[in-house]
């Protein structure tokens, strides 16, 4: 009997042992966010041109794989380290690859160019960028790359010649870089015609651009890195576009028609090649001018359209033409109070308002059956979907993606087929092949939950109401071994700001790892995206207008409310925890809400808006001079003495977005008051902590929120 209890014994425990879950260490939520616990995938699915194939990668984008619609089963085609043998690279992966015909792959790591043949498993190096070179766009049809050195924009061709496209020894001259700071949707300032006989380019003149004092402590002694950085009311950066003509070998530019320091952006060219489309935004962004330009000369020809705000005018998205063969175009406007489609003809014709709907147009991504259909992505049925759709110039509008989630698809040349990759909050990843109809052809991957093995929570996600009426979206994440008749301390994690959304339809709904680890060690973590973040149309979005850090605040403080109503919170423990705009509402809120948040953790906040970048903070709150009581009341040096909680202030040293003098203020007024607070540097990071680093911050940022919120 003793023998077979002993077994028995063994076996249960051996059991038990098997189904026992892994706990989640932070520094694996932290580091494995978009690895090891990331959800399955395919990356960078590309069709073949003019076939019904289609590659994509694995293997963190190291091996590449080939399918087709008839021959779905996926066959290896190459791996980093066949390829670097053949072309005698040292490419780290495939990453920024590009399928240039049924048998040949463009391969890069940012400097070099190499083309690689499928078939003969050869390859050459076409054209290598110098090591000095950043910001470089190849050209596929010639060959040919633009890059900048330091402030300047050169060309290298096929042959291997150099062209200095400007020479301008004045460093305050910038051409060839991103624009306005990234704003108005601007990532680049490069850009290549259709057929590469011209490029266009932003040149920024920063003369009346202040210069703000960072330091570089890796240098003995530390040396100074002075970074041109335009604060509200300030000078600002006058800019001019390019056009270089590649058999000329000559420059035109284009000014802005109104005021030297408005805002030229959105750039786009005709097919043709013979037009370029700018969007002229004037410095108070309220005004905005589609602008036509002649290519050759420079000489402006007519304004497409123009639109007007009181609030604000904010393009975001350049023309998009649909048909080679024309010179029509769609344009993404926010007139009617959400992203719609307006196609136009070049002579300033609205042709067809081709969208009429009442949820957000994302961007658009192709255009399909020779240029008949756009398609694009959108919101949709929820805000916190991105789904896609088709329409056709006649106004037709149709689904592609039925499932709600966060769906990316990819077309092929004759829009009769399309990859979707999706997730949504109870599927953790697939792959599908689609007709154009959006009928499924064939499931090619149903991801695996990599947490499953994991201890990990719950979300809950629900809707309050504001003030006005308006639905605000929330996740409650629980521990996984969660008791109603407990009660439990919370941290609300805080964005808040435009454009972003912290709550989508997604796997993990939108939140970090780390969040989750941070339920596990008995917290509930509480997140609300407030009127003024993004996805949600004009009216809910610019409530914000002048008075940054007030309906924000209402709507956390209805979170905190509906919080409160929940038997299984302990209201005495409440923290918050946010970044850049995120860490301005976290100390807003420790500020401002001061008897009901007992501890808060800041990382690069805001404190003070006339401290922020002109083009961002003027389209939200104007001028300083000219609101100077919304400025006032959304400083938070104005309320630093209402502070009674525990507040940790966290900055990296040479942050270039929110610069350190926001964090250096509102602690010597601290200082002023006599009041004492924590402060943590991170040397040498921007304005994210980012690396390894990033385990080491977030064990400051937690360790303090529980060690001060007991």
């Known amino acids: 009997m003793n023998k077979y209890f002993g077994l028995l014994v063994f076996l249960i425990a051996g059991s038990v042992a098997f189904a026992q879950k892994k706990q989640l260490t932070l520094a694996d939520a932290v580091l494995q966010q978009n690895r090891g616990f990331r959800d399955e995938q395919f990356n960078a699915f590309t069709w073949i041109p003019g076939t019904d194939s289609y590659v994509y990668l694995s293997n963190n984008y190291q091996v590449m794989y080939q399918a087709s619609v008839k021959k779905t089963d996926p066959e290896q085609i190459l791996t980093i380290q066949s390829a670097n043998?053949?072309?005698?690279?040292?490419?780290?992966?495939?990453?920024?690859?590009?399928?240039?015909?049924?048998?040949?792959?463009?391969?890069?790591?940012?400097n070099n160019y190499y083309n690689y043949n499928l078939k003969t498993k050869t390859g050459t190096k076409l054209i290598s960028v110098p090591e000095e070179g950043t910001n470089s766009e190849y050209e596929m049809n010639s060959g040919s790359v633009a890059y900048t050195v330091e402030n300047n924009l050169w060309i290298i061709n096929s042959k291997g010649e150099k062209i200095a496209v400007t020479n301008n020894a004045d460093k305050n001259i910038v051409s060839g870089q991103t624009y306005a700071r990234s704003e108005f949707g601007i990532t680049d300032g490069i850009f290549w015609s259709g057929k590469g006989n011209y490029l266009a380019f932003y040149q920024k003149d920063e003369t009346d651009v202040k210069e703000y004092p960072l330091v570089d402590i890796t240098k003995l002694p530390a040396e100074l890195m002075n970074i041109k950085y335009p604060m509200a009311g300030q000078g600002s950066e006058k800019p001019k576009v390019g056009i270089y003509s590649v058999a000329a070998g000559k420059t035109v530019y284009i000014s802005p028609k109104g005021a030297k320091d408005s805002y030229l952006t959105n750039l786009s060219w005709t097919p043709d090649e013979n037009y370029v489309l700018v969007a002229e935004v004037n410095r108070e962004q309220d005004h905005m001018w589609l602008n036509l330009y002649e290519a050759k000369t420079g000489n402006f020809v007519r304004t497409i359209l123009e639109e007007q705000n009181e609030k604000w005018v904010e393009p975001e998205h350049p023309a998009f033409f649909p048909m080679q063969g024309s010179n029509n175009f769609a344009w993404i406007s926010e007139r009617d109070g959400f992203n719609n489609l307006y196609y136009y003809s070049i002579d300033g014709q609205l042709i067809k308002q081709l969208t009429n709907n009442k949820f957000v147009t994302k961007e658009i991504l192709q255009s399909v059956s020779k240029g008949k259909e756009i398609i694009f992505a959108a919101t949709g049925t929820s805000p916190l979907n991105t789904l896609y759709y088709a329409v056709d110039l006649a106004g037709k509008q149709r689904s592609l993606t039925l499932e709600e989630g966060t769906h990316a698809i990819a077309f092929n040349d004759a829009g009769t087929y399309f990859i979707d990759s999706y997730s949504s909050h109870t599927i953790p990843g697939k792959v599908e092949l689609k007709t154009g109809s959006g009928k499924i052809i064939k499931t090619l991957l149903v991801a695996k939950n990599k947490l499953a093995d994991i201890t990990i929570g719950t979300a809950d996600i629900g809707q309050i109401k504001a003030a006005d009426g308006s639905v605000l979206y929330t996740r409650l994440i629980k521990p996984s071994n969660f008791d109603s008749n407990k009660e439990y301390?919370?941290?609300?994690?805080v964005y808040g700001g435009p454009h972003a959304q912290m709550i989508t339809n997604s796997w993990l709904d939108g939140a970090n790892l780390w969040m989750y680890w941070m339920a596990e060690q008995g917290y509930l973590v509480f997140t609300l995206d407030n009127r003024g973040s993004g996805e949600r149309g004009f009216a809910f979005e610019s409530q914000i207008h002048r008075q940054l850090g007030t309906v924000e605040?209402?709507?956390?403080m209805k979170g905190i409310d509906y919080l409160k109503s929940l038997s299984y919170v302990d209201t005495s423990r409440f923290a918050v925890h946010g970044w850049s705009f995120g860490g301005f509402m976290a100390t807003s809120l420790m500020l401002k809400q001061a008897e009901t948040f007992k501890v808060g953790v800041a990382g690069g906040p805001v404190t003070d808006w006339k401290y922020y970048e002109v083009m961002y903070g003027e389209r939200y709150m104007d001028r300083p001079e000219e609101n100077q009581k919304g400025y006032e009341e959304a400083s938070l040096l104005t309320y630093a003495n209402k502070l009674k909680g525990d507040l940790l202030l966290i900055h990296g040293t040479i942050d270039d977005v929110v610069v350190p003098q926001h964090d250096d203020a509102l602690l010597k007024r601290f200082v002023e008051l006599g009041i004492q607070i924590d402060f943590f540097h991170y040397p040498m990071h921007k304005h994210n902590v980012l690396g390894k680093d990033r385990v080491h911050l977030m064990q400051k940022v937690l360790d303090y929120i529980i060690e001060h919120n007991k």
């Open 85 to 110: 043998t053949a072309l005698g690279s040292q490419l780290y992966n495939f990453y920024g690859f590009s399928v240039r015909n049924a048998d040949e792959l463009l391969l890069t790591d940012g």
């Open 489 to 493: 301390p919370v941290m609300v994690y």
């Open 553 to 556: 605040i209402k709507d956390q």
